[in-house]
């Protein structure tokens, strides 16, 4: 590496243990590792993503996280998060330590490409397995208080295919009640509201089949809810807040524990 493209690296900025990590030769282009994370991950990450993004012709900023586990054999956490003509874009995967960086890198190759050409994410996704497994209660450990989008499910499977989620919260227009879409276990888009289970006015978003939850969202406290997704081995769960009364998108995160998504007041 010359020294236009030696890494600096930035303590202090982030949370925990992070460390931050860019290059003179691609400013816009930073890293943050989190744990014992290889230099030589960081160095592959600044190249390889530099190098997709110059294919595809883009001289956008990126960021890039780099989660090592405590555990050694548990996955790297890899996330990268990039603008296509002001269109945020995320990839996230996980994979063994050397690996993950370069699954990232393709997964976003393939995902600038495919959001260019109007061509829907592939499910199931091998690529992307769902974190559904029975375990005994986790607590939440992370908050995400979000304005919502309100528009239609097209519109909202549109960012969550873009942001790489497997569920997304929004407001349904037609409804005025909270919301999710989320992939279908087979070829398809769900959506599920609050309250109502009438068929959306949209039935295909990108040629995919949408349907609605048969269910409405099941009214829980936190607490319940949260025993519920690790009971049942769910994912994710949607459920109306039996305090507020507002939406709530609960889900797992690779490190086992929990996340929730909040409308902002």
Not at 151 to 174: C, R, S, V
Not at 234 to 253: I, K, N, Q, V
Request: aromatic share 6%; with cysteine; charged share 25%.
């Amino acid at each position: 590496m010359n020294s236009s493209q030696a890494l600096y690296s930035e303590r202090g900025n982030t949370r925990g243990n992070s460390e931050q990590w860019t290059t003179a030769a691609d400013p816009g282009l930073a890293v943050t590792t989190r744990g014992a994370v290889p230099a030589a991950d960081v160095t592959r990450a600044v190249r390889a993503i530099g190098r997709v993004l110059r294919r595809h012709h883009l001289d956008v900023p990126a960021r890039v996280r780099v989660t090592a586990p405590a555990d050694g054999d548990q996955p790297t956490v890899v996330q990268a998060n990039v603008r296509l003509h002001d269109t945020p874009a995320r990839v996230q995967v996980t994979g063994p330590r050397g690996f993950a960086v370069t699954f990232a890198v393709e997964r976003l190759d393939r995902q600038i490409a495919r959001l260019a050409s109007n061509q829907s994410r592939a499910w199931p996704d091998p690529a992307r397995p769902p974190l559904a497994r029975v375990t005994e209660p986790r607590p939440v450990v992370r908050r995400k208080s979000v304005s919502l989008l309100t528009g239609t499910p097209g519109e909202a499977m549109a960012i969550l295919d873009a942001m790489d989620y497997d569920a997304y919260l929004f407001l349904d227009q037609e409804t005025g009640e909270e919301a999710i879409v989320h992939w279908c276990e087979l070829l398809g888009v769900g959506v599920a509201r609050q309250h109502s289970t009438e068929e959306p006015e949209e039935q295909t978003v990108n040629s995919l089949p949408l349907s609605v939850d048969s269910e409405p969202a099941p009214q829980l406290t936190e607490l319940d809810a949260a025993a519920w997704l690790c009971r049942s081995g769910l994912p994710y769960l949607f459920f109306t807040d039996a305090d507020s009364g507002r939406g709530r998108l609960l889900y797992r995160r690779y490190d086992g524990d929990l996340s929730i998504v909040v409308p902002a007041e």
